[in-house]
């Protein structure tokens, strides 16, 4: 039958299984070259062999939520014959098997896009503590916005080297900039940021204002 051809040819990953007992009672090509094992050994195994042994709460929690007739798609671990883990998204939806309530499993490997995103997110990880490092100890003040003026962040020096009224306030992130300013000094203040925004450099208080970082 046509349905047949369609489980045993399909080039992803395919497994049957009893939703009484969880034994596999069907499976691919597909599967049999990505788990290793034998089409025989898998018919010998239930579900919760594919499993990491820290994952089988997770698998009983994840079947006593599916409903008879429900189609349900999850990124899952999977763990092979020679104990790899394999970061896998299964579709699983219910089907008769000769005459018994079963459920199909289709598997997507997701492993290799799994490590390039923890790959990159190490590297902005790194790239965030070498910026913050460089930002820490830079000679200039750095003073960092949001688009309403709200404090974001200050480095050391800006503590010196940067004062937005006469009075030298001490900064404090989480503080309005418009805060600092006298009310004659406000709206003038502002033209400032949007010159600065625009890619001018202007001189306020005897500091040359050459960039404005907004989050």
Same mark, same amino acid.
């Given at each position: 039958?046509?349905?047949?051809?369609?489980?045993?040819?399909?080039?992803?990953?395919?497994?049957?299984?009893?939703?009484?007992?969880?034994?596999?009672?069907?499976?691919?090509?597909?599967?049999?070259?990505?788990? @290793?094992?034998?089409?025989?050994?898998?018919?010998?195994?239930?579900?919760?062999?594919?499993?990491?042994?820290?994952?089988?709460?997770?698998?009983?929690?994840?079947?006593?939520?599916?409903?008879?007739?429900?189609?349900?798609?999850?990124?899952?671990?999977?763990?092979?014959?020679?104990?790899?883990?394999?970061?896998?998204?299964?579709?699983?939806?219910?089907?008769?098997?000769?005459?018994?309530?079963?459920?199909?499993?289709?598997?997507?490997?997701?492993?290799?896009?799994?490590?390039?995103?923890?790959?990159?997110?190490?590297?902005?990880?790194?790239?965030?503590?070498?910026?913050?490092?460089?930002?820490?100890?830079?000679?200039?003040?750095?003073?960092?916005?949001?688009?309403?003026?709200?404090?974001?962040?200050? $480095?050391?020096?800006?503590?010196?080297?940067?004062?937005?009224?006469?009075?030298?306030?001490?900064?404090?992130?989480?503080? $309005?900039?418009?805060?600092?300013?006298?009310?004659?000094?406000?709206?003038?203040?502002? $033209?400032?940021? $949007?010159?600065?925004?625009?890619?001018?450099?202007?001189?306020?208080?005897?500091?040359?204002?050459? @960039?404005?970082?907004?989050?």
């Amino acid at each position: 039958h046509w349905y047949q051809d369609l489980f045993h040819k399909n080039p992803q990953p395919m497994f049957v299984y009893d939703i009484e007992s969880l034994r596999f009672l069907a499976v691919n090509p597909a599967a049999v070259k990505m788990y @290793g094992y034998s089409v025989e050994e898998f018919l010998s195994k239930d579900l919760k062999s594919l499993r990491p042994t820290e994952d089988t709460e997770l698998l009983k929690s994840m079947i006593d939520q599916l409903s008879a007739a429900e189609t349900n798609s999850a990124e899952v671990r999977h763990v092979d014959r020679y104990n790899n883990i394999l970061h896998v998204h299964i579709t699983t939806y219910p089907i008769v098997h000769n005459g018994q309530p079963a459920r199909a499993v289709q598997v997507l490997n997701i492993s290799e896009r799994k490590k390039f995103e923890e790959e990159a997110s190490l590297r902005i990880q790194e790239t965030e503590t070498s910026l913050r490092a460089i930002f820490e100890s830079a000679v200039d003040g750095f003073l960092i916005t949001d688009i309403d003026l709200n404090i974001k962040a200050f $480095n050391p020096r800006a503590k010196d080297l940067i004062f937005i009224n006469t009075t030298r306030t001490e900064l404090e992130v989480g503080r $309005n900039l418009v805060d600092y300013l006298e009310p004659d000094r406000t709206q003038f203040f502002r $033209n400032i940021l $949007n010159q600065v925004k625009n890619g001018q450099s202007v001189e306020y208080l005897g500091m040359n204002i050459v @960039g404005c970082l907004l989050l």
